[in-house]
């Protein structure tokens, strides 16, 4: 059995979902509050969606300096595979884990619908259940989802393939349209250099189960147990 | 006791869909000869040190640290002496 540990914020608000669909699909999963010091052992670690401390002063940077994100920080460094949705996309930039950051979306508004995205790598621990080019239907829910680097930043992300998601139309054309929030490039999910961190702003925990109606989540879960298995 | 007044803003490469929203307001409202609108955070710390060098020392920790994401912001600020 795979083991997930989904870290608990003051705010997170995804927590109890990212819980949920392992444990549905006959995984373990088991809640870390933020003050611990103790990781556990897991084979993956979630970063829940939600407004963490309140989004105070920018979404994510408070909990830069939670005690448990220097264990998760430790954890990946050994290569240990960690998902950051949503809010745990924006905490994963504000600590440094991945590059860029994520800013208010152009629209000025919270934007909650069902946005599709296609995968621009597979063969990743997140996509190898996955087809290169693949559209996903996966629900976004955020009002700092506008995704910023720098033109080098972009270019170190093109020149190591770290682009993994961008947000495009249901056929997948990666049109401005298509970009519910702004984000350069259409990005919605990227991972680190070594490939075993993800953030994205998408939520495939809300699109995992018989009762919701898209499915399409469930591609990057089969893909994490693929990789652990 | 000092006081550092903190002033926060996007660096001048990154769109400010705020500011827009704010100099269209503010040009629909007959104000035409606004051209342009940034949207910033201004943020007051009070400390208890004995020095103006130690103020900075410890105002830029934590602009560094916490108080502005290097990819999208820069900052400056002011420091006095309270009376």
């Given at each position: ?10 705010g997170?608000?995804?927590?109890h ?17 933020h ?64 590059p ?75 049109t ?54 | ?47 208890d ?12 920790a ?22």
């Amino acid at each position: 059995m795979i083991k997930y540990a989904v870290i608990q914020f003051p705010g997170s608000n995804c927590d109890h979902d990212s819980l949920w669909i392992p444990r549905l699909r006959g995984q373990r999963s088991s809640m870390i509050w933020h003050k611990n010091h103790d990781l556990g052992s897991p084979d993956v670690v979630i970063l829940p969606g939600g407004f963490s401390y309140g989004d105070y002063l920018r979404a994510g940077v408070i909990a830069k300096f939670s005690p448990i994100i220097q264990e998760v920080a430790k954890f990946a460094d050994k290569g240990g595979i960690v998902i950051g949705i949503c809010n745990g996309f924006q905490v994963l930039t504000e600590t440094g884990m991945l590059p860029g950051a994520l800013m208010m979306n152009q629209s000025l508004k919270f934007i909650c619908k069902h946005q599709h995205i296609r995968c621009e790598k597979a063969g990743t621990p997140f996509t190898n259940q996955l087809r290169e080019k693949q559209v996903l239907d996966i629900p976004i829910a955020h009002k700092e989802g506008n995704y910023f680097i720098d033109a080098d930043g972009l270019k170190r992300l093109q020149d190591n393939s770290q682009i993994i998601f961008r947000y495009c139309d249901a056929e997948g054309n990666i049109t401005p349209e298509a970009n519910p929030n702004g984000s350069l490039y259409n990005i919605a999910g990227i991972s680190n250099e070594k490939g075993n961190i993800l953030g994205m702003m998408p939520h495939p925990e809300r699109a995992a189960e018989d009762v919701v109606t898209s499915h399409d989540g469930t591609g990057i879960f089969d893909s994490i147990e693929a990789w652990l298995g | 006791m000092y006081l550092a007044k903190v002033y926060v803003t996007l660096k001048p490469s990154v769109l400010d869909p705020q500011g827009k929203v704010v100099k269209q307001t503010v040009n629909n409202l007959g104000y035409d000869k606004i051209t342009d609108v940034r949207v910033s955070k201004y943020i007051e710390i009070k400390l208890d040190v004995s020095s103006q060098e130690e103020a900075e020392a410890e105002i830029e920790a934590i602009c560094d640290k916490i108080l502005a994401n290097p990819n999208t912001e820069t900052y400056r600020y002011e420091i006095g002496k309270l009376s």
